[in-house]
Structures are given as structure tokens and as C-alpha cells.
């Protein structure tokens, strides 16, 4: 259980990195947010747009990121065991990470473009530090719709149950049970989860670095 802990953990510190990374290169100005605000009048994703935004999140920095740091705590912790230790051992589990990752996008890429979900994250304009925490959390299981309105994504969480039992198939026996992927699919979550609540306070943290 601790070493689940510390993988959610580190994917979540994984993810400021990645996100403050990603933010560094197209911000304009010191007071540029990392992810954009609710707009007065939502407009949905066009499907060229949504294309877009699938095959960019495929080898994003946050992507590649999260595989390493997932990969590097498997191979920590052993798992799964018939991999063994080595560079090639921490090779298969970036790959298997990342196939996983490929996996899940395309599903949620397929879903969300049929049911018309919308899964970009929007910072809440709110305030409070639990009140936006509250919304971040929300927001890792609830898209927009074309008119605007906010409901059970679908297409997020079918993707990532779908990523999780699917990579069952190319993994060693040992992590191939169904509560394996039940496990692979509650850290999924919560590493978006954390994701999400990074991508709420980053705007907030990085101007706070820009006055010092």
C-alpha cells in the first residue's frame, strides 16, 4: 500500500514538472496561466481541434514523464517480478507505461469524439483552497458538453479502465487478474486526479515565483 502511495505521489510531483515545463515554453508574459479559464461562452472542440489534441497528448511532456517516474517506482518495488532489475527491466516497464498511456488517449480519443465530451481541464475561478480542490477532483470525472454543461465523462473514465485491463494482455502472468487492473485503474485516476489539482494552483504558484 505505501509503495502505491508513493507512486501516486511521485507521478504527482511527475506532473508539476511537466506541466510547469510545458507552461514555460508558450507563456507570453510573467502572469500567463498554465491552463485557460471558463469562457463567457463555451465553445466546443472542433473535430480537427480534437484530432489535434489526441495526437499531441500521446508524446506529451507530461506523458513521457509520467511513464518514467511510474516505471522507475515499478522497478523500485519489482513489479511486475519476471522483469527483473537492469536498464532493459526499466525499458520494458517505460514501454508497457506508455503502450498503456496510448491505449487509454485512443479509447478516450474514440468515446469522447461520439459522445461529445470535452475533457480539458478549465482553472474554477474560485476561492479557496478547498473549494478548488473540491472542483479539481471533480473535474477528473466530469466533461462538457457542447452546451457547456458539465456531466459524467465517459470518455475519460472508459479510457482509462479500458488502458488498465487492456495492458493486462502483454504484461507477465503475475500482474494479469482482474484486480490487477482494478489496481493499475484506481492509480490512473489518481495520478489525474492529482493532474488536475496541480494544473488548478500552478497558475497561482508560478506568478507568486514571478514577483519574488
Known amino acids: 500500500m505505501m509503495n502505491r502511495i508513493v507512486l501516486v505521489m511521485t507521478i504527482g510531483v511527475a506532473g508539476f514538472i511537466a506541466v510547469a515545463s510545458a507552461d514555460d515554453k508558450v507563456a507570453a508574459d510573467a502572469d500567463r496561466m498554465a491552463v485557460p479559464s471558463p469562457p463567457a461562452r463555451f465553445v466546443p472542440l472542433t473535430g480537427s481541434e480534437r484530432l489535434s489534441q489526441y495526437l499531441t497528448g500521446l508524446a506529451s511532456p507530461e506523458t513521457i514523464v509520467k511513464a518514467a517516474a511510474s516505471a522507475g517506482i ?6 511486475p517480478k519476471e522483469w527483473g532489475g537492469g536498464a532493459q527491466a526499466y525499458g520494458e516497464r517505460v514501454g508497457s507505461a506508455f503502450a498503456q498511456h496510448v491505449v487509454e488517449s485512443t479509447i478516450q480519443y474514440g468515446l ?6 470535452d475533457n480539458r481541464y478549465f482553472v474554477s475561478q474560485q476561492a479557496g483552497f478547498l473549494r478548488r ?4 477532483v471533480k473535474s ?9 454543461k458539465r ?8 479510457g482509462s479502465a479500458g488502458g488498465a485491463f487492456i495492458s493486462r494482455v502483454w504484461q507477465p502472468r503475475s500482474t494479469t487478474s482482474a484486480g490487477d487492473g482494478a489496481v493499475s485503474l484506481g492509480l ?8 488536475n489539482v496541480v494544473r488548478e494552483f500552478l497558475p497561482d504558484i508560478k506568478r507568486r515565483f514571478h514577483k519574488k
Not at 480542490?133 to 479539481?136: D, M, V
Not at 470525472?141 to 452546451?147: C, G, I, K, P, V
Open 74 to 79: 515499478r522497478q523500485w518495488n519489482g513489479t
Open 112 to 117: 469522447s469524439a461520439a459522445l461529445h465530451e
Open 133 to 136: 480542490t473540491n472542483y479539481a
Open 140 to 148: 477528473t470525472f466530469l466533461a462538457r458538453h457542447n452546451d457547456g
Open 151 to 158: 456531466g459524467f465523462s465517459f470518455s475519460r473514465v472508459g
Open 188 to 195: 490512473n485516476m489518481g495520478a489525474a486526479v492529482g493532474f
